[in-house]
């Protein structure tokens, strides 16, 4: 059956229906955790840093496999021949270098006859020390390298990380820098000819150089060994710099008033010096050890070291008893009254014998030189004795000076027949209220 034209599907008359679409169900598909508030959306692994890792890492190092061969590796590593001579360099550095030296001067004995110096006067006990440091530092290294191996052996050690070079690297620098910093402190001290804190000015400036540019030694060395740009390492906000300038007022401090304090040469390593008033509860006195960049060590007089920092020291008085040139000996004892007619010529008599037996006793008029009567007490004279000598106080021969004054007084009473009195005492009776009644 023919069909009119008019009722073709592309006629006007008959409207066309649109073919269904067909949506993808992904699109309108409800996420798996769409009405479950307990249930969350799956994160990737990559984006965590401990969660789900930390116990299957700790149980794989832990397995016996890794344990064996992580010991395995060390083991193979280790060589008997390294420890010795990391033993030998911080143990008996000393010794082996004492024997050196008996063996050399054995040697010089036999040969030229003379006497060599020993050991404790000679170079190589110089090298004790730096030996000694340099094998803890090798000590230490060599530690780092065997925890790497153990590390890699488990597993645990980031393939990446070239922890032992780096510490190697840092170690040396900083044990190089310091040999530098003493052998160059030497040779200053030994050929300034100026002012003693003027030298040690010039040696805490040429420390503060050097350690500038052991920074920025190291500082490049992680930036190459890390890959840290050292912009990022300088790169501080605003709020940044206020906290570190905060945190460093207290150094700066410090390190201002140890320079003021060594370039005005009020003090030098050696000294014997108080800090304070003689009377005062706070003072304290003492050999200085070191002046350093924040603090000063002293030895006091009873072997016990202290610091002190630079801020303090510039607040209190200093007193430096090693540039005293003079001393004062001074000293009172007692007459009775029954001897008073006997004072004049005992006075005469303690001046003639301290001028005979203290060769260094001042009587030039510069300074006191005084036997005197000074109080009348109740049942006795005083008598002062004041004189001065051209000797440091505080030294042995001070003291020794000092007895000699007390024997020349004791040797002077004994010649002018004139004896000390002695302390009186008033006993009463045990009834003291019915005695005075």
């Known amino acids: 059956m023919l069909i009119p034209s008019t009722f073709h599907s592309r006629s006007p008359y008959i409207p066309t229906v649109p073919p269904p679409t067909v949506t993808s169900t992904k699109l309108h ?3 798996p955790h769409a009405g479950f508030p307990f249930q969350s959306p799956a994160v990737p692994k990559q984006s965590l840093f401990l969660a789900g890792r930390l116990f299957p890492v700790i149980s794989s190092a ?30 008996f550095s000393d010794r082996i270098l004492s024997f050196i030296q008996n063996f050399v001067n054995q040697t010089i004995r036999k040969l030229r006859k003379v006497e060599p110096k020993e050991y404790k006067y000679s170079r190589l006990q110089k090298l004790s020390q730096p030996l000694t440091r340099l094998g803890l530092v090798t000590s ?4 780092v390298d065997v925890g790497q191996i153990f590390l890699k052996g488990l597993g645990l050690f980031p393939p990446k ?37 003027q030298a040690l000015l010039y040696d805490r400036i040429a420390d503060f150089g050097l350690s500038v540019v052991l920074i920025f030694f190291l500082m490049e060395t992680v930036a190459l060994k890390f890959g840290v740009q050292l912009k990022s390492l300088f790169a501080f906000g605003g709020l940044s710099t206020v906290v570190v300038g905060l945190a460093c007022q207290g150094p700066v401090t410090q390190l201002v008033n140890g320079l003021i304090l060594t370039l005005s040469d009020k003090i030098r390593p050696g000294d014997e010096v108080r800090f304070g008033d003689a009377k005062a509860t706070d003072s304290t006195a003492g050999i200085v050890i070191s002046m350093d960049w924040f603090d000063l060590l002293l030895r006091g007089y009873d072997e016990s070291m202290v610091r002190i920092p630079n801020s303090e020291i510039a607040n209190k008085r200093i007193h430096n008893i090693s540039r005293d040139v003079r001393s004062q000996v001074k000293t009172t004892f007692k007459i009775r009254y029954r001897d008073i007619n006997l004072i004049e010529k005992l006075i005469e008599n303690i001046k003639l014998q301290i001028k005979e037996d203290c060769e260094k006793v001042i009587v030039d ?9 000074r109080e009348f007490e109740a049942d006795h004279v005083t008598v002062c004795v004041d004189v001065h000598f051209d000797i440091r106080p505080g030294t042995t021969a001070y003291y020794d000076m000092r007895m000699k004054v007390l024997q020349s007084i004791k040797v002077a009473t004994a010649k002018t027949g004139v004896p000390f009195a002695m302390p009186a005492r008033v006993s009463l009776p045990s009834d003291e209220t019915n005695y005075l009644n």
């Open 29 to 31: 598909q409800a996420p």
């Open 62 to 91: 832990s397995s016996t496999q890794k344990l064996s061969s992580a010991l395995k590796a060390v083991t193979s590593a280790i060589h008997p021949g390294d420890l010795i001579i990391l033993v030998a360099l911080t143990l």
């Open 140 to 143: 230490f290294i060599y530690l």
């Open 161 to 197: 990380l070239q922890l032992s070079s780096l510490t190697a690297i840092i170690c040396y620098s900083l044990w190089s820098c310091q040999l530098f910093c003493e052998f160059k402190r030497k040779i200053i001290l030994q050929n300034f000819r100026g002012p003693k804190g």
């Open 365 to 373: 008029g510069s300074r006191p030189f005084w036997v005197h009567w």
